[in-house]
C-alpha cells in the first residue's frame, strides 16, 4: 500500500465506488423477466418478420420483457398502454434513437429520423409540423386530390402496373409540401432521383441479416480500413452522402432562388425563407425539409399496397365500401378526405389497413440514462423496441386479427380510443411521434376512396382462367410491403372513365 501515491490511491478508491454504485444500481433491481438466450449470443430472433416471435414471447413474458441480442440489452414493449406510459410518459429518457451505423456513415443522421441532438431534433420537427399540421395540410388538400386523381388515370392507362403507379403519389405530395416543387409528367428526374434516396434511407436503416448492413449489428467494422474484404459498405455510404447532399441541396436552392425571384408556390422551405435571419439554421432548412419523402414514400406505398391486396383477398368488403361511396357521394364526383366523417365503412377500410400490416411493425428507441420500471431495471443505451406488429395483432383487442374486417370500427366511439383505435398509435408514441401521421391518414384515405368509387379490384385468372389467390406474403425491411402480386385493376363503369377524365381535364 504504500507504494501507492496519494493521488493514484485516491482515483482508485473513486473508481471502487463507482462500480459499487454501478454494480449495487445493476443488481438492486431485477432485469426484466425474459427469454434466457444463449451465451454470448444472446436470443435469435427469426431474420423474417421477427415481430411475430416477439408477440409471441410477450404472452409468455408479458408486455414488457427484457432479452438480449448479441451484446444488447434488449427491451420488447407489446402493449399500447405500456408504450404510452415509458415512451410519452418518460419521454426525457426514451426518446433518443440512436443511428444505424450505415445510417450515419451515409450522413442521415443529421434531418430528424436519426437525430440525436435535441435542440436540432426540436427545430427539424418544428420544420416538418409547419407543412404536416393538421391545419397546414389543409392548404395541401388539392395536391392530395390531384395526386389521388392522376394515379386514376395512371390506373386507366396500365392497370397491371398499379403497383409502380402508387409510388408516385406520395411523393408529388410531399415534394409540393416541402419544395411547391410539382412533377413534370411522367419521368420527372428529380422524382426518380428522391424516390432513390428513399430507398438508401430504408436500406440503411435496415438490421435484419438479409436487407440490412453487417456493420448496424457491428459497429467496429466501421474503423476497419477500407482496403479490407468486405469494407465496401464504406464505399457505399460515401456514395449515398454525396448522392443525397447533393440532391437535398438542388431542391434548398431552387426554393431559395424561387423565393428570390418572387415565383415561389408556398411550400415548408418558401415559408422558413420569409421568416427572420437566424429562426431557422441552414442545415436544419437542407436536412429536415426532405423528410417528407424519406420518410413519407414507403410508409404510404406500403398502406396503399396492402390495401389493394386486402381488396382482392376480401371481395365482400369492397362491395360494401362501393355501396357506401354510391349512397353518400353518388357517381357525379370523387370522394376527397373531407367525406371522411361520412363515410364511416371506407374510414374503417383505412384503419384496418394500418391495423392488418402496419407498414412499420416495429420501431426503435435508446434510453439516455438507466431506468427503473415496475421494480425492473433498464439500462441507459439499450435497444427499446417497440413491437407496434404485436399491439395491432392483439386478439384480445381485435378477435381474429389476421383477418381484414371494417366490420371493428363500425361503432363509432372506437374511433380516437387511444387504447385501440390504430390510428392512435400505429404512428408512434411521444416526442418521436410520426410528424406525418395527418398527411398519411389524409392520402391513404383520399387514395383509397377514389379507388373505390371509379374501380373494382380483384383476383387476376391465369391462362385456363383459373383465379389467382395472392398470398399475403410481406418484405421484411423496417418498413414492410406486400411482396409483389397481381390482380385484375378494372374502371367500374364507362361513368367511371369519364368521371376520372373529367377530373384530370380539370387540373391542366
Ligand atoms: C401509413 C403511413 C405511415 C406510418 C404507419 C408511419 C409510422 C411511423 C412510425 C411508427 C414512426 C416511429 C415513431 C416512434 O418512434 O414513436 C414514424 C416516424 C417518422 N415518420 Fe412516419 N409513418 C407514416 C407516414 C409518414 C409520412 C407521410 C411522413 C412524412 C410526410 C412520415 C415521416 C416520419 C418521420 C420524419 C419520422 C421520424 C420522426 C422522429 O424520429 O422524430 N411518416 N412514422
Redesign the pocket.
Known sequence: MDLLSPGIAGCLALATVLLYVRFVRRTREPPLPGPKGYPLIGTILPRESPWVKMTEYSKIYGPVYGLRILSTPTVVISSVQAAREI?KGRSSIYSN?IPPKMAELSGMDEG??F?THTAR?RQG?KL?ASG?NPRELEAYEPTMNEAATRFLADLIQDPENFLSHIHKV?TAV?LDIAYGYIIKGHDDPYVSRVGMLAKYFEKAAAFSIDEGYTVNWFPILSYLPSFIPGMSFKTTASKWKAEISETFREGLDRVRDEVRRGIARQSVLSRAFGDDDGVWSEDVLLRCAP??FT??SD??I??VSTFFLAMTLYPEVQVKAQEEIDRVIGPDRLPTCADRESLLYVSGVLRET?RWH???PC?Y?NPVKDDVYEGFFIEKDSTIL?N?WGMLQNDEVYPEPDKFKPERWVDKSLHGDKDVDPLEF????????????Y??QE??FTVIATILATFNICKAKDADENEITPIAEYTHGSIIGPVPFKCDVKPRSKQAVMLVEHAVNALS
Open positions: 415512451l434513437r430528424v429520423l437525430q431534433l420537427r416538418l404536416l406520395p410531399a423528410q417528407l420518410g413519407g410508409t404510404t406500403s398502406a394500418i402496419t407498414p412499420i420501431a428507441r417497440v407496434f400505429a404512428f408512434g408514441f411521444g416526442r418521436r411521434l410520426c410528424p406525418g401521421k398527411m398519411a392520402l391513404v
